[in-house]
């Protein structure tokens, strides 16, 4: 191997890392904030990447009907927890009942790259705190593994719907600019640029988020002390919402992103999300840069295993975290009691 | 009228009861207080009154049914508590601690409001960029009451502020509940030292075994040779 | 007739499946449902009853059909040779993955378990040595002598007998000294381990059983099939297996069976339904069972089990039988156990200060003082709960710091805890019998070969035996959970009297009792100090103390403010100031 394709590897590695390191942040985050291994992350990266490849194509994309559909089963769950009807309708009828009429008017047109990247994210997006009222917030009270099952009962359920509304047809969408910059021996696509772009901008934005806004404090004190939320008036639910709410935008995002670069299918977001979770685990589901750093080095790791032996890329990858649990487990005394 | 009354109210934990058939008021800009040994009931009344925990009976706060209501959304009515524990978000900063005690009101009060609170405990001001889990067990009492009354709460329900603090603190902490309370704010306070508690309370409620066994006057109570007993369990026939 | 159900099944399944006009149809169906439910079984150990997570059990399946296929078509080996060579394979592949995961939190093992259960697909579809994606066909049939065994209704009794044994093997395990171990993982780890339970290899007991089942039941499909491929030992498969757990009931063994009967069922008839209904062809049924599973964990999260099938109480019956070996007995006179100058710090505040105290043989010590004084942090201290910053805590005048609290349970010190932790839904004497795990020493394998009667019955005796010594006896079948707090805080001690303890330490023992039970209680200990029983009780009843220790130990700020007899501790001034508050 010489040191051109070496540089295109990392240059690959990085810029898939970048987006595992987007939905490793919010596998942490959502799992700090509501116990919830969000295994469904990778059918957001899916819905997001299938629905602007339909959007790039002028067709009305199906997950529209699905966030119809949603939007309604998350109003019936909603009136079922005895939440206040008029917020209720606003945000599970209205909502998805507006975004269908944009979407109506504006796709036939083809309007542009930005809209239809907007108009994805405010097609899946929605779908998340959708999830979130009907499937964890009713079982906020049980076990991470309880949770965690919940989780991969809504994973097989969003698949299933995912093929109901998509298609077994894979995707894929035009890059958002054909232009690629040079820089001495090796180019950089403009994709990948787009890609580092926007994960480095969400990132300072997440930051910024968490770092001096209200919602963002309120969000990280859940995470912290649960109780201690609820006692300065942090609902649970709430706060579970908006971090969904957070992971769908990312999922969604993360799969507008990738969609040019790569067919998508509606079973494919499974195996990205996973890689994500692979690095939420290796920084021990808990730090920030640590999620970012390891999702890179996922990234570099799959783009160089693809190269020397293709066919084992995915083996690879996942057998890596089985090294990182042994280590994790020497250092860690085992905690007797669990976590019920 | 009262800020807050409780009747017959019960908590029971599986088929195990807790405490039973209290009833009590806290009036207006009244000093209350309930005291008694440890493991008598007395935080689990004052988690059943913030809604922590469920009970049946009724509890009523500025004439309004609680019943059923969200721990938060009491919060947003103006019912604050300082939990024995509590109940800090050890990470975050002591500023960012304080500033969510806001959260009812969203950012708009947060200035004024952090003023008043820095004003009544300085010390906070002086680890205002520390996370809060790096405080002495006093900061850290100092902090959670200034994390309730960021919220400018109606009722301030305190949860054993004197808790594992050395003698000096707790002198400090119950002179700062004695100034909060010439604020017009309404106190219930649950405290294990009662000479203490009772010499800032206007009222007592001794509890003992999870019922109210005495009840009247602060300074009544506090003469009262039966509390002695009951601390130090001298049997008493 | 309950003794010989196992008898009575293997009856029906030689002759049910010659049912005149059974379609061949639900042959093939009965014994599809018949080889998951195998599988279930294992899971149900591992999640029901352990509350571990495994997302590899199809993997574990795929393990043992690969195993076997192998053998018996590339190399000749008899398939009945494939067995325990499917066994092996996944034994070594489970203890592998155990032996990263099973230390961590529960969480660690269901994503450990994914991410391996996806990579081993994508390895066996692109190795040669596998088959690669077609799999491996032509593999042959089970062979009775000359008689080829692939007559579906032959294949059914088989496979249901296996069953059967397996059914059998697993209640034997779970009745036995290492299945209440493993019952006690979910929610009582710590009291099992405060009882010499080593939690990290009952984990991986849990875990292998189940993947050794897993592996028959990929044994059992292989041959069935005759042929295999990755595909029924992806991910999707081990994610439907958990949920005939969840939907049958995950901590019931009978739960399997039923959650293996209606998915198969279901899923069989949305296969046809569905793609009817949507006009296309595809894997609609995994939006159905993704919605049962979610309805099931929100309405009737312990499954469909156990309210099918209401359980009875039953009766244990105990036998007489010579009596456990009992350790030797500390002389009186000298200290059994000594706290020199303890330390606990937690970042910058002080727990516990320079706390020093001795216990002699045959005291009872009261470890006393206001809330928050540090009393309960010393006792984690003592019981190895949580190690100290500084300081030493002695045994007979050999250390004992830091030891985990399955060692210092070895040594003999038996604990009780502030809040009770009885295994829920275990009798009241098998959570007493967990007290005397250490006494025993029969293995998983005994156990399901049930060669472990004569030590269990001696077990029993002695736990029926100290709950006869502490009044309880009459309540020996009735669940844990179902007794008032005050027996519970009982039987508490009636198990840690099981291990034949030199030292009972006590946390709270009197909190939430009533008057009339306090004096119960005190009258039983002293009882147990007169036979020679050493006790540190830490309590913040003065009452209750009062007349019954020896000496009192009291602790404010974390330090030790007094120590002396109940009367002078009385008089203290500085006691009387830290429990009645400042003037």
Known sequence: MDSTIAAILVQDGIVNGAIYALLALSLVLVFAVTRVVFVPQGEFVAYGALTYAALDTGTLPGSLWLLAGLGAAAFLAGLAQRRPIFGLALSSLVLPAAIIATSWLLVPSKPGILANALLSLAIVTPIAPYIYRIGFQPLAEASVLVLLIAAVAVHLALMGLGLVFFGPEGSRASAFSAASVSVGDFSLSGQALWILGLTGALMIGLYGFFGFTLLGRALRATAVNRLGARLVGIGTAQSGSIAFTLAGAIGALSGILVVPLTTVYYDSGFVIGLKGFTAAIIAGMASYPGAVLAAVLVGVLESFSSFWASAFKEVIVFTAIIPVLLWRSLRHAAIEDDDE | ?237 | MIRFWPILALVACAILPWTPGLPSFWVSLLNYIGISSILVVGLVVLTGIGGMTSFAQASFMGFGAYASAILSTRYGVSPWLGLPAAIVVAAVGAATIGAVTLRLRGYYLALGTMAVSVSLYFLVANLDFFGRNDGLSSIPPLMLGDYRLTDGRVYLTLVWAMLVAVVVATNNLLDSRLGRAIRALRGGALAAASFGVNTTRTRMLAFVYAAVLAAIAGWLYAHLQRSVNPTPFGLNASIEYLLMAVLGGAGHVGGAVLGALLVTVINDLLQDFLPKLLGQRGNYETIVFGMILLGVLQFAREGLWPHVFRGRVQRREIASAPPLNRRARPVGGSAILAVDHLEKRFGGLVAVNDLSFAVGVGEIVGLIGPNGAGKSTSFNLITGVASPSAGTVALFGQPITGLPPPAIARHGVARSFQHVKLVPGMSVIENVAIGAHLRGQAGALAAICRRDRAEEAQIFAEAARQLDRVGLGQLADRPADSLALGQQRVVEIARAMCLDPVLLLLDEPAAGLRHAEKAELAALLRRLRDEGMSILLVEHDMEFVMGLVDRLVVMDFGIKLAEGPAEQIRRDPAVIEAYLGIA
């Open chain 2, 1 to 237: 009228m009262s800020v807050l009354s409780v009747e017959k109210l019960a908590v029971s934990y599986g088929a195990i009861p807790a405490v039973e058939d209290i009833s009590l008021v806290v009036p207006e800009g009244g000093l209350v207080t309930v005291i008694g040994p440890n493991g008598a009931g007395k935080s689990t009344l004052l988690n059943a009154i913030m809604g922590v925990l469920p009970s049946r009976g009724a509890i009523r706060f500025l004439d309004r049914d609680l019943g059923g209501m969200p721990v938060e959304a009491r919060v947003h009515l103006g019912i604050a508590l300082v939990p024995e524990k509590r109940e800090l978000f050890a990470t975050l900063s002591v500023a960012d601690n304080l500033l969510l005690g806001g959260f009812r009101f969203g950012r708009r009060h947060a200035g004024d409001e952090l003023d008043r609170v820095y004003g009544l405990f300085p010390r906070l001001r002086e680890r205002h960029r520390q996370p809060a889990g790096t405080l002495s067990g006093g900061e850290r009492q100092m902090l959670a009451m200034g994390r309730a009354l960021m919220g400018k709460p109606r009722l301030l329900m305190l949860d054993e502020p004197s808790l594992g603090l050395a003698p000096l603190i707790v002198r400090d902490i119950f002179r700062i509940i004695a100034d909060l309370r010439a604020t017009g704010v309404a106190i219930l306070l649950v405290e294990q030292n009662a000479r203490a508690a009772l010499r800032v309370a206007d009222r007592g409620y001794v509890l003992e075994t999870g019922r109210v066994t005495l009840e009247g006057e602060a300074k009544t109570l506090a003469a009262d040779p039966r509390i002695v007993e009951m601390y130090l369990g001298v049997a008493s026939g």
